[in-house]
C-alpha cells in the first residue's frame, strides 16, 4: 500500500512535469542502509534536504539576453497539516538565500505556484 505522502508526492512529480517543461526534478530519498559488507551506506543529498530536488532553466538579465541558466530547484512535501522539522526550513531556507528556488508544499497547485506555473 502506498502511504499518503507517497502518492501525493507522485501527483506533484506527474503534475509538474506536465505542466513545466523547463523544470527537471528528481526524488531525493535520504537514508542508510547496510551494503553486503555490513558497511553502512547513506544515500541522497543529506539530512533536511527537500524531498524533490532538480533545476529550472531561466532566462537571465537584458545584458545576457539569450543565455539560460539552470535555477537549482528544492521542494519539501507534506501532507495537509503537517510542517517541515527543523532541519528541513533550514535546509529550504539556504537555498532560497543563495538564489535557488525553495519550499514546503502541501498540494499540487502551491508546487506548481512555486515553480512559477
Given at each position: ?57 531561466v532566462t537571465v ?14 521542494i519539501e512535501i ?6 517541515p522539522r527543523a ?31
Amino acid at each position: 500500500m502506498v502511504q499518503p505522502e507517497t502518492a501525493l508526492q507522485n501527483r506533484i512529480r506527474i503534475r509538474l512535469s506536465k505542466a513545466c517543461r523547463d523544470l527537471v526534478h528528481f526524488r531525493n530519498s535520504v537514508g542508510a542502509l547496510k551494503d553486503t559488507d555490513g558497511r553502512m551506506v547513506q544515500f541522497g543529498l543529506g539530512a533536511g534536504s527537500p524531498d524533490l530536488v532538480g533545476y529550472k532553466k531561466v532566462t537571465v538579465t537584458p545584458e545576457m539576453v539569450g543565455l539560460n541558466l539552470a535555477v537549482f530547484v528544492g521542494i519539501e512535501i507534506k501532507m495537509p497539516g503537517k510542517k517541515p522539522r527543523a532541519d528541513q526550513r533550514h535546509w529550504l531556507e539556504n537555498l532560497a538565500a543563495a538564489g535557488g528556488i525553495a519550499g514546503f508544499v502541501t498540494s499540487e497547485d502551491q508546487a506548481l505556484d512555486l515553480v512559477g506555473m
